[in-house]
């Protein structure tokens, strides 16, 4: 069964940086589209990034400028750059596969970002 691991979240500063990470076995990224997503408490999990099997990225919004979504095809791992965090963006952050109806892979234990004002 095809595990999703995220890591790299942790305590920032507003107006900090970090790099989130998603590895998998079982499931070639490159093969797949993938997404960033992000579920604030009492919020419903949404899309932040995505980066297609082409290479092609798009972002929501909020973040664009700010976030980076890659794939290091090589180590078969997904990350997220995200810098200028800002407090609203708390929030667990999961990587998942995606089509065009949304993700379709059991979720990971996504990894917990939390950022102080």
């Known amino acids: 069964q095809v595990q999703l691991v995220e890591s790299g979240g942790g305590l920032v500063q507003a107006g900090g940086s970090l790099r989130l990470s998603c590895s998998a076995s079982g499931i070639i990224f490159s093969f797949n589209d993938m997404g960033w997503y992000r579920q604030a408490p009492g919020e419903q999990r949404v899309l932040v990034a995505r980066?297609?099997?082409?290479?092609?990225?798009n972002y929501a919004d909020s973040v664009k400028g700010r976030f980076t979504i890659s794939r290091d095809n090589a180590k078969n791992t997904i990350y997220l750059q995200m810098n200028s965090l800002k407090p609203e963006e708390t929030a667990v952050y999961y990587c998942n596969a995606d089509d065009s109806l949304g993700p379709y892979m059991n979720w990971g234990q996504g990894t917990q970002v939390t950022v102080s004002s």
């Open positions: 980066i297609r099997r082409s290479g092609s990225t």
